[in-house]
C-alpha cells in the first residue's frame, strides 16, 4: 500500500514526509527522503519531530499527525502518546493519530519535548508496531524584551576627565532564541546623558564625551536603552539607568572670600596669644581641600597656624608688643593648598592674599625699670644716711603715673620717693659683704600696678681691723734654758680684705724692748720666732712671763695691735721637754672639769628631791581633803519612817519659791519658831543641783582634779559629799543650848505634823525632866 503524508509548518515552512512504500512480509522498507529532513524508518512507519509555535492562543492548536502504513482505514488501530506532556499539554486523536497542543507553549521555559508513539490493534489488542519516540520542538516567536541583569549600575569617574575615557559597561540579555533571526540581536543607545556621555552601540560601553567640572555639577544620571531585531521597527525594548558621580581632584585653589580683616590685641598679651582667625573657601572637598596659612614678608610679631578640623588660619601673637611703641600694624597672609599633584600646578599658579590689620589696645602697664637690675659699691663704716645709689623706674603709658618706691625686709637701707638708697646702719664688711635686695617700684594712680628689681650692695673694704694672733698660745720655757732658744712660733690673721696678699710685721714692745728676756724675729712670711734673750729661768721666782707683741698689717692706713704671749716657765724633765708641764695643765683642767659635772649632779639630784617632795605632799592632802568620810556619825542620825504626801501635797512645799536664791542661815531665837518654821523649812530645800553655792562647790572641785599631777591618766567619777549651807530654821541640836533661853518651850513642834513628832517627843520631854 502506497501513501503519501503533508504535514504543516509555521513560518512557511512545509515539511513534505514522503511516501512510504511497503509490502506486507517484507521487513525491510525502503525511504526516499529529501537532503536535509530529519526521517527515521521503522517496521512500516514513519514518525519525525514536530514544530509547534509558542504563544499560540488557540484552544486546540494541531501539531501533527501519526499514521501507520499498516493503517487501512477501518477504524481498527488505536494511537496512544506517552512521554513529557502526555495527556496534559499534548493530546492525540486515537482514531487518526493527530496531535494536538493543548496548552500555550513558551519556548524559553522549555523548547523541546520528547513523546513516545504506539499503535494498538483494538480487535486483536496488541501492539501493532513498538514504541518509538519523536520529539516536538517549541519555535520562538520575539515576545522578550532585552533586560539589564546587573541592574543598579553606579560608576566613578574624576572630574575634568578627557574625551574617551571609559566609565562603565552595561550589558542587557535577551530571552528569545538568538539562533532564530535577529530576535535575539541588540542595539545599544544612549536616551538621556548627551552631551557628557556615549555609548557603544553594540557592546554598550559608556565613555566621556566631553569634560565635566564636579563643583558644577556632582552627579549624572544617563538612561541607556537595549533593542532588539538590531534596532529594526518593531523590536523590543528594554531600559536601566546608570548614577555616574564625579570624583574631585585639586583643580581649584582656595580663595579668601574677604580681603581685609581687623583683629586686636591687648599690650599685655602673653606671646602665643590667639587673636583671631581668618577663612578661605576651596570648592574642592577631602585632602584636595586641606589649606595652609602662612604671611608674607616673614612677620616677626605675628604667625598662622592652621585649624585641621575648621581649615581656619589662626593668627597668634608671636612677639610681645607695646602700644606706646607702634599702636597698630599691617600683615598679609596667603593660603594655599597642601596636596597638590604636579599635573595640577596649572590650576594653583597664585596664591590668594588677604590684608590684616592688628590694633595694639593700651594697658595699665606697671612701671619700667631702666636697668633690669642693679650694682652699688659702698665702703664699710659710713655714717647713717650715707648715698648708696639711685634707681629709676618709669610709667610707660601716657598718663605718666609718679612712682612710689620701696625696699622689702631691709633695715640697713631705705629709700625715698626719689629712687636715692641710703643707709640706715653702718655697714660692716666683715659681718656681711654683699647685700641683696629688692626694691618695688609701685604707680601712684594704681597701686595694682607694681614692678621689682634686684639690687646688689657691695660693701667695700677699709682697713679697720688689726692683725692678732691666729690662735691661743700655751708657751714653755724650761728653767735651764739657753740664750737664744726657739720657744714659739706665732702666726698672725687680719679680718679685712686686702688688695694685695695680706703682710704682717712681728716687733717687740717699747718696754719689752728695753728690759725683756725674750726676742722675736721676724721671718718675713707673716710668721715668728720667739727666743730666749738670756740663760736660765726661776720657777719660784718668776714663774710666768708676759711678752708684749707689735703687729702691723701692709694695709692702707697700716694698723697695728698689741697682743699679749704669756710665757709659763717649766722645770722640764731631763731632756729639755716641756711637755710635763702641758700635762700638768690639763690635768688640772680636767680636775676642774671633774669637779664641775660633780655639782651639776648634786644640783639635779636635789631638783629631783624636791619635786618628789612636793607630789608627796600634794597626795597627802588630797587624801585629808574630807576627813570627815572616816568619822561615826551614827549618834548624830535620826531616821524617819515618814513619806511625804506625794504630788497632792501641796502645803508641804511652796513650789512658787523651789528655784528662788539661796542665802547663809542665820541663828535666830525661837520665840516665833511656831509661825516661822513652815516657810523656813520649805527654803531650806531650795539648795540643790541649780545653786550658786553647789556649782561654785564643783568647779572648785573640777579644778583641782585637773591641777592634781597624781591623778590618774584616764576618764575618772569623783564623789564629792556636800553639806551645804545651813538649815534656815537654825540648829535643833541641843549643843550650845546654855546661850539660848532656858526657858525655850518646844511645844510648837507638835505644830509641825507628823514629820517633827518624834523631835516634839524627844525635846519635850527633856525639857520637861530638866525643869
Known amino acids: 500500500m502506497n501513501c503519501c503524508l503533508l504535514i504543516p509548518f509555521v513560518v512557511g515552512i512545509t515539511l513534505l514526509r514522503p511516501c512510504l512504500t511497503a509490502t506486507e512480509n517484507s521487513k525491510t522498507q525502503e525511504v526516499k527522503q529529501p537532503v536535509g529532513s530529519h526521517l527515521r524508518a521503522k517496521r512500516g512507519w514513519v514518525w519525525n519531530q514536530f514544530f509547534v509555535p509558542e504563544e499560540m492562543n488557540a484552544t486546540r492548536h494541531h501539531v501533527g499527525q501519526l499514521r501507520s502504513d499498516f493503517d487501512n482505514g477501518n477504524n481498527s488501530f488505536q494511537y496512544k502518546l506517552l512521554g513529557d506532556g502526555a495527556g496534559s499539554i499534548f493530546d492525540i486523536d486515537k482514531r487518526t493519530g493527530d496531535i494536538y497542543a493543548v496548552q500555550k507553549l513558551d519556548r524559553e521555559e522549555r523548547s523541546l519535548y520528547t513523546l513516545r508513539a504506539q499503535v494498538i490493534d483494538t480487535t486483536t489488542g496488541r501492539a501493532v508496531e513498538?514504541?518509538?519516540?519523536?520529539?516536538?520542538?517549541?519555535?520562538?516567536?520575539?515576545?522578550?524584551?532585552?533586560?539589564?541583569?546587573?541592574?543598579?549600575?553606579e560608576a566613578i569617574v574624576p572630574e575634568m576627565s578627557p574625551e574617551g575615557t571609559l566609565v562603565i559597561q552595561v550589558t542587557a540579555r535577551d530571552a528569545d532564541d538568538p539562533s532564530s533571526g535577529n530576535h535575539a540581536r541588540l542595539l545599544y543607545s544612549l536616551l538621556l546623558g548627551q552631551p557628557y556621555f556615549s555609548i557603544e552601540p553594540t557592546t554598550g560601553v559608556i565613555r566621556i564625551f566631553s569634560e565635566m567640572d564636579r563643583e558644577l555639577q556632582e552627579e549624572h544620571r544617563v538612561i541607556i536603552q537595549a533593542k532588539d531585531m538590531i534596532g529594526q521597527p518593531g523590536g523590543l525594548t528594554g531600559t536601566t539607568s546608570v548614577l555616574i558621580r564625579l570624583s574631585d581632584i585639586n583643580d581649584n585653589k582656595p580663595i579668601f572670600k574677604k580681603t581685609f580683616y581687623r583683629l586686636s590685641v591687648s599690650e599685655s598679651a602673653p606671646i602665643g596669644t590667639s587673636i583671631g582667625t581668618i577663612k578661605a573657601h576651596d570648592n574642592d572637598i577631602g585632602e584636595n581641600a586641606e589649606m595652609e596659612y602662612s604671611i608674607e614678608d616673614d612677620s616677626q610679631t605675628f604667625d598662622i597656624i592652621t585649624n585641621n578640623e575648621t581649615q581656619e588660619g589662626i593668627v597668634i601673637l608671636k612677639k610681645?608688643?607695646?602700644?606706646?611703641?607702634?599702636?597698630?600694624?599691617?600683615?598679609?597672609?596667603?593660603?594655599?593648598?597642601?596636596?597638590?599633584?604636579?599635573?595640577?600646578?596649572?590650576?594653583?599658579?597664585?596664591?590668594?592674599?588677604?590684608?590684616?590689620?592688628?590694633?595694639?589696645?593700651?594697658?595699665?602697664?606697671?612701671?619700667?625699670?631702666?636697668?633690669?637690675?642693679?650694682?652699688?659699691?659702698?665702703?664699710?663704716?659710713?655714717?647713717?644716711?650715707?648715698?648708696?645709689?639711685?634707681?629709676?623706674?618709669?610709667?610707660?603709658?601716657?598718663?605718666?603715673?609718679?612712682?612710689?618706691?620701696?625696699?622689702?625686709?631691709?633695715?640697713?637701707?631705705?629709700?625715698?620717693?626719689?629712687?636715692?638708697?641710703?643707709?640706715?646702719?653702718?655697714?660692716?664688711?666683715?659681718?656681711?659683704?654683699?647685700?641683696?635686695?629688692?626694691?618695688?617700684?609701685?604707680?601712684?594712680?594704681?597701686?595694682?600696678?607694681?614692678?621689682?628689681?634686684?639690687?646688689?650692695?657691695?660693701?667695700?673694704?677699709?682697713?679697720?681691723?688689726?692683725?692678732?694672733?691666729?690662735?691661743?698660745?700655751?708657751?714653755?720655757?724650761?728653767?735651764?734654758?739657753?740664750?737664744?732658744q726657739v720657744i714659739q712660733t706665732i702666726s698672725a690673721v687680719d679680718r679685712d680684705e686686702s688688695i694685695e696678699e695680706h703682710h704682717f710685721y712681728f716687733n717687740l714692745s717699747v718696754e719689752d724692748t728695753m728690759n725683756s728676756s725674750f726676742a722675736i724675729i721676724d721671718n718675713q712670711d707673716n710668721t715668728a720666732v720667739i727666743l730666749t734673750n738670756r740663760n736660765g729661768f726661776s720657777l719660784q721666782e718668776e714663774p710666768v712671763f708676759y711678752m708684749s707683741i707689735l703687729i702691723a698689717d701692709n694695709g692702707i692706713p697700716p694698723l697695728t695691735s698689741t697682743n699679749t704671749l704669756t710665757i709659763h716657765v717649766c722645770d722640764c724633765d731631763d731632756y729639755g721637754s716641756t711637755q710635763t708641764c702641758g700635762n700638768k695643765k690639763r690635768m688640772l683642767s680636767m680636775g676642774f672639769r671633774t669637779e664641775v659635772v660633780i655639782a651639776i649632779l648634786i644640783c639635779i639630784m636635789i631638783i629631783f628631791g624636791f619635786i618628789f617632795l612636793i607630789l608627796g605632799l600634794t597626795q597627802r592632802r588630797k587624801q585629808t581633803l574630807f576627813p570627815e568620810k572616816g568619822e561615826d556619825f551614827r549618834e548624830n542620825i535620826f531616821r524617819y519612817d515618814d513619806e511625804g504626801g506625794g504630788e497632792e501635797d501641796t502645803e508641804a512645799y511652796d513650789i512658787a519659791e523651789l528655784r528662788s536664791s539661796t542665802f547663809m542661815r542665820e541663828r535666830k531665837t525661837r520665840k516665833h519658831a511656831t509661825s516661822e518654821l513652815r516657810s523656813l523649812y520649805r527654803q531650806s530645800l531650795q539648795v540643790g543641783p541649780d545653786s550658786d553655792i553647789f556649782r561654785k562647790f564643783i568647779l572648785e572641785k573640777l579644778e583641782e582634779a585637773n591641777s592634781d599631777p597624781c591623778a590618774p591618766p584616764f576618764d575618772s567619777l569623783q564623789t564629792y559629799a556636800f553639806e551645804g549651807t545651813g538649815s534656815l530654821a537654825a540648829s535643833l541640836s541641843s549643843l550650845g543650848s546654855g546661850i539660848s533661853d532656858q526657858t525655850e518651850s518646844y511645844d510648837y513642834l507638835n505644830d509641825l505634823g507628823p514629820r517633827f513628832q518624834r523631835l516634839a517627843c524627844m525635846f519635850g520631854s527633856a525639857m520637861q525632866s530638866n525643869n
Open 320 to 484: 610681645k608688643v607695646d602700644f606706646e611703641h607702634q599702636n597698630h600694624y599691617v600683615i598679609k597672609a596667603k593660603v594655599k593648598n597642601r596636596h597638590v599633584e604636579e599635573q595640577l600646578m596649572k590650576y594653583h599658579a597664585e596664591a590668594s592674599t588677604a590684608s590684616i590689620k592688628v590694633l595694639v589696645e593700651d594697658d595699665d602697664e606697671p612701671p619700667v625699670f631702666l636697668l633690669p637690675y642693679y650694682v652699688f659699691e659702698i665702703s664699710e663704716g659710713n655714717s647713717y644716711g650715707s648715698f648708696v645709689g639711685n634707681v629709676s623706674a618709669t610709667d610707660p603709658d601716657h598718663r605718666n603715673s609718679p612712682i612710689r618706691y620701696s625696699i622689702t625686709s631691709s633695715k640697713m637701707f631705705s629709700i625715698d620717693d626719689n629712687g636715692t638708697i641710703i643707709t640706715t646702719n653702718p655697714l660692716d664688711r666683715e659681718v656681711s659683704a654683699w647685700y641683696n635686695l629688692t626694691v618695688t617700684a609701685t604707680e601712684k594712680y594704681n597701686v595694682q600696678q607694681i614692678a621689682e628689681v634686684p639690687v646688689y650692695v657691695q660693701v667695700l673694704n677699709i682697713n679697720d681691723h688689726a692683725p692678732e694672733f691666729s690662735q691661743y698660745y700655751e708657751t714653755y720655757v724650761c728653767e735651764n734654758a739657753d740664750a737664744g
Open 130 to 153: 513498538p514504541e518509538s519516540e519523536f520529539v516536538i520542538r517549541v519555535s520562538d516567536i520575539n515576545d522578550n524584551e532585552p533586560k539589564f541583569l546587573d541592574e543598579p549600575y
